[in-house]
């Protein structure tokens, strides 16, 4: 009989890990961030503090086990396992990280937690059960796939808000809104440099800059009437200026600009740490 034996020598090492691992850098971004600010606003104590690192890990593990189940149900991904060495290779990592979530999850939930935690949960696993059948459509609605997936991510803001305060309130669901807010301003932005480096001519470019401001003209009015019904303190709105600075800047830039993925990925990581910073702070300081 034969034997399964390091099957990754067979797997070609440019597919290994895009089997396995998640490949979107900008995801890794909205999770962690959202996850950070979640427990920092709620933080109060050291055992609150432990509670954290077993949700951190059990997020990352159910966020890492995605992928590979993904490839191998989706008829239309480019890492769908193509051998018996890449159907092993994915079913080994899928069971590692659904072992490490449930390990995670268990210890996290053998305590006390309130209820809302657990409604908070089961709407992200809903939303992103939607974002799946979304993405079933193909790459016309892949933006809309992806501000779905965002609102999922954004979740767990609330969710370590609660784990850090032990209850459910206004709080927890004001930092599932703002992060996802600033994840969706992101991914209109990216998207936007996308198209504009595509788009064969000036009209096309001129319509996908007027699309853009007027996404950050209601991100701006949103956050107002969060501020001015004292949903977020005053100070929480700078966190958004760099942001929103940078996409009144974008439409008066000369075309024409290549576009370099590694410098745009890497400029919106900085502005996710200092949204995150500022949007703690604001919270810790008050109105």
Known sequence: MATWTAPWRDIHPVRRWALVW????GAWGILLVSLLTGAAVGASSASALAREGWLLTAAVAVFCARTPVENALSPDSPF???????????????AAFS????VALGVLLAGEMPAGFYVVGLVAAGIFGVQAVIKRSGRRLRLLAQLTGALGLTATAAMACCVATGRTDRLALVLWATNWLFATNQILYVQHRIHESRAGNHKKKLVGKQFFLISEILTAACLGAFWRIGLIPAGSLIA???ALMRGVILPLLPDGRPLEIRRLGKGELT????????????FKIGP
């Open 22 to 25: 998640p490949r979107e850098h």
């Open 80 to 94: 769908r396992p193509r051998t018996t060495s890449e159907l092993y290779w994915i079913a080994l990592f899928a």
């Open 99 to 102: 072992a490490i979530a449930g």
């Open 240 to 242: 958004f200026v760099p």
């Open 271 to 282: 502005h996710a740490l200092i949204f995150a910073v500022l949007l703690i702070l604001s």
